[in-house]
């Protein structure tokens, strides 16, 4: 089968336009596993491994700009770990050091499964995605970005480049519940990122709905109850069980092999009023 390693994002996309039944390959931990079970042929495919703007991650004011080929091992560490911390720790959480040394947030973007770790917390920050197509490159916020389960705004021939996260000043976190401890798909997963500046709190769902979903009911209901200081913010252990409830009324789940629609919610709740605690006084 061939194989084309292009060393640009240009020559990457002109690989993309003369060969439409071309597939991008990045870590090839979730395209290979679809392959080796029969599900998907390839004809040919443009690995991005060595494509260096895809591997880079710089702070551009305030969003850090993270090349979409980007391993989860690397998110582990400076500067995505002290300017985004929560996804620093979904990052942890993800497969084993083996896998994240080859898995990408390109890849978990393209593949856009609801479960994917990363996912949450780019909705918690409002992350966006830049694209490059034949039409040149977009900015497509991650709220438009998933069109249902594993299907996305990409089209043929599309790259995904980088994902632009805002840097926010406050407390972060990220919680998952597996069937067990590691090396596990989320059944549920939840982001949470408090923007002291803005007074603002986010929150990403994962594993609850047929995409990443946000909680912006909860979020604004909470931030207009909770005390805002300089340094922290604060809230009443009422407000942290109501804040709850409503962020379990924002997830849309079903039942599946991992776990059912009931005990997602469950999940939710317990994630919802665990991770503010955490965040506030
Ligand atoms: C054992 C195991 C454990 C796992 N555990 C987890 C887990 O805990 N959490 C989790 O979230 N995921 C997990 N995964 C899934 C997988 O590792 C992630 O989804 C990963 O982020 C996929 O990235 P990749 O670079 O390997 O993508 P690839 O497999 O290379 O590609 C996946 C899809 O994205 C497309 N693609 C890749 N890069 C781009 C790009 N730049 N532009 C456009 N399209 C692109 C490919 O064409 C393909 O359709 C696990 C997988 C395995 C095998």
Redesign the pocket.
Same mark, same amino acid.
């Given at each position: 089968m061939p194989v084309i390693v292009p060393e640009s994002v240009e020559s990457a996309l002109a690989a993309l336009a003369a060969f439409p039944d071309a +597939?991008?390959?990045?870590? !090839?931990?979730?395209?290979?596993?679809e392959v080796n079970d029969g599900r998907r042929s390839l004809a040919r495919v443009v690995a991005?491994g060595r494509v260096p703007e895809?591997a880079d991650i710089r702070v551009d004011d305030a969003t850090v700009v993270i090349g979409?080929?980007t391993t989860?091992a690397r998110l582990e560490l400076d500067p995505v770990a002290r300017l985004v911390p929560a996804l620093a720790l979904a990052a942890r959480?993800?497969?084993?050091p083996q896998?994240r040394n080859?898995?990408?947030?390109?890849?978990?973007l393209? +593949?856009a499964?609801p479960? !994917?770790?990363?996912l949450p917390v780019l909705v918690a920050l409002g992350a966006s995605v830049e694209i490059a197509g034949m039409y040149g490159r977009r900015l497509i916020p991650i709220a438009e970005f998933f069109t249902g389960p594993k299907r996305s705004v990409?089209e043929v021939g599309?790259?995904?480049?980088a994902v632009r996260v805002p840097i926010r000043r406050g407390p972060q976190d990220y919680l998952k519940v597996g069937v067990r401890n590691a090396?596990?798909?989320?059944v549920a997963s939840l982001a949470i990122a408090v923007d002291l500046d803005r007074q603002r709190v986010g929150i990403g769902l994962g594993s609850v709905g047929p995409t990443a979903l946000d909680a912006p009911e909860a979020c604004s209901w909470v931030a207009a109850r909770a005390r805002w200081r300089g340094d922290g913010v604060e809230v009443t252990d009422d407000d942290v069980v109501e804040f709850g409830e409503r962020v379990t009324d924002a997830a849309r789940p079903i039942d599946d092999h991992r776990g059912t629609a009931q005990y997602r919610r469950h999940a939710v709740g317990v994630m919802a009023r665990r991770a503010l605690r955490r965040c506030t006084g």
């Open positions: +597939t991008v390959l990045a870590g !090839g931990t979730d395209l290979m596993v991005v895809l979409a080929a989860f959480t993800v497969g084993s896998i080859a898995a990408t947030i390109g890849g978990n393209a +593949t499964s479960a !994917g770790d990363a990409l599309d790259l995904v480049v090396m596990v798909i989320a």
